[in-house]
């Protein structure tokens, strides 16, 4: 079984400009999760798909981050204009429930804003 | 602050040697508990769960203790191996957001 695949693996840019992140989660898997990880620190979310609804996005930081999954499959991530405290390891996850039970991860994009 | 966090930053055990890595939480409704690995460029990967109804379980090498009364939970890895080297984190379910709350990690060493 295919895992959580994401791309790409490094992004670097420069504070003011804008970056985009893909997520193709595992097949079957309804539920799609978008966290931040900052160096040192635990996964935080930023945002949670049910199909291709938007279940949970409290914590995402709407002036500058959006997500979607138009097809209720695959998912972008994007951010617009990055900030310096951006810079982190955005992991996708995905799970076939939808009660933040037994997530299964992507490698994640790690970003560096400079 | 985060309700899950964890007692030691690192841990350095020797090869063979048994590994506990510990876990707080501070959310008495939590009733599902996640650990997971992660490696040096890597996602989170899952390890083994537990439910507040349960006090132990047990997986392959790791066992999952969970003390509701002081709110405490821990993974025993057995045999530890230098491929348990990795940041483990543990993370809680609770609230009536259902959200999962991660902890800071706490990196564990396996010396040869």
């Known amino acids: 079984e295919a895992g959580v695949a994401q791309s790409p693996r490094y992004k670097i840019i420069e504070k003011r400009q804008s970056v985009a992140f893909w997520c193709n989660p595992i097949?079957?898997?309804?539920?799609l999760y978008w966290y931040q990880q900052i160096l040192g620190q635990g996964p935080k979310l930023l945002i949670q798909f049910q199909n291709n609804g938007v279940v949970d996005d409290s914590q995402l930081p709407k002036d500058r981050f959006s997500a979607e999954r138009l097809k209720g499959v695959d998912s972008t991530l994007k951010i617009q204009p990055a900030k310096l405290e951006d810079s982190a390891v955005y992991l996708c996850a995905s799970s076939f429930g939808k009660g933040h039970e037994k997530l299964f991860f992507g490698s994640g994009t790690q970003l560096s804003v400079l | 602050g985060e309700s899950v966090g964890l007692h030691l930053p690192t841990l350095s055990v020797q090869e063979g040697d048994n590994s506990i890595i510990n876990c707080a939480y501070s959310?008495?409704?939590?009733?599902?508990f996640i650990w997971y690995k992660q490696e040096s460029g890597k996602g989170p990967q899952f390890i083994i769960d537990?439910?507040?109804?349960?006090d132990k379980r047990q997986g392959q090498r790791v066992t999952v203790l969970l003390n509701k009364t002081v709110k405490h939970l821990s993974l025993q890895i057995a045999a530890t191996q230098p491929g348990d080297s990795a940041v483990y984190f543990c993370a809680e379910n609770s609230g009536s957001a259902r959200q999962l709350t991660f902890g800071s990690g706490t990196q564990l060493t396996v010396l040869p």
């Open positions: 959310n008495s409704a939590s009733d599902y």
């Open positions: 537990i439910r507040s109804n349960m």
């Open positions: 097949s079957g898997h309804a539920t």
